[in-house]
């Protein structure tokens, strides 16, 4: 199967910006998509986006519409998550997640096969 893990978490105040990077290993050759998620301390994991195998497909939550951009590159095997004009409710561990065989998009955590550890993003006001 496919192990993912995420890097690029930190601190940075409001208006500011980071880029995370979800790197998978083992099967990276199969077919899955690969989504973000995040978790605020005391609330539910959540949707931020997801891209298709070939990065031609993109999803992304309402709340970070315009703000956020994912993309990969499959030579490097990593999915990035640019993060832009970040607001200090953007504070969250965020989880990089893959679904294999995947036949379209999912939007959903209990959907997705593998997990990383998380990175944490601070975003101070």
């Known amino acids: 199967q496919v192990q993912v893990v995420e890097s690029g978490g930190g601190m940075v105040q409001a208006g500011g910006a980071l880029r995370l990077s979800c790197a998978a290993s083992g099967r990276t050759s199969m077919n899955y998509i690969t989504g973000w998620f995040r978790q605020a301390p005391g609330k539910e994991r959540e949707f931020v986006a997801v891209?298709?195998?070939?990065?031609?497909?993109?999803d992304y939550a309402d709340s970070v519409k315009g703000r956020f951009a994912i993309s990969r590159d499959n030579s490097k095997n990593t999915v990035y998550l640019q993060m832009n004009s970040l607001k200090p409710e953007d504070t969250a561990v965020y989880y990089c997640?893959?679904?294999?065989?995947?036949?379209?998009?999912?939007?959903?955590?209990?959907?997705?096969?593998?997990w990383g550890q998380g990175t944490r993003v601070t975003v101070s006001s």
């Open positions: 891209i298709s195998r070939s990065g031609g497909v993109k």
């Open positions: 997640a893959a679904k294999f065989w995947a036949p379209s998009l999912a939007v959903r955590a209990d959907e997705y096969d593998s």
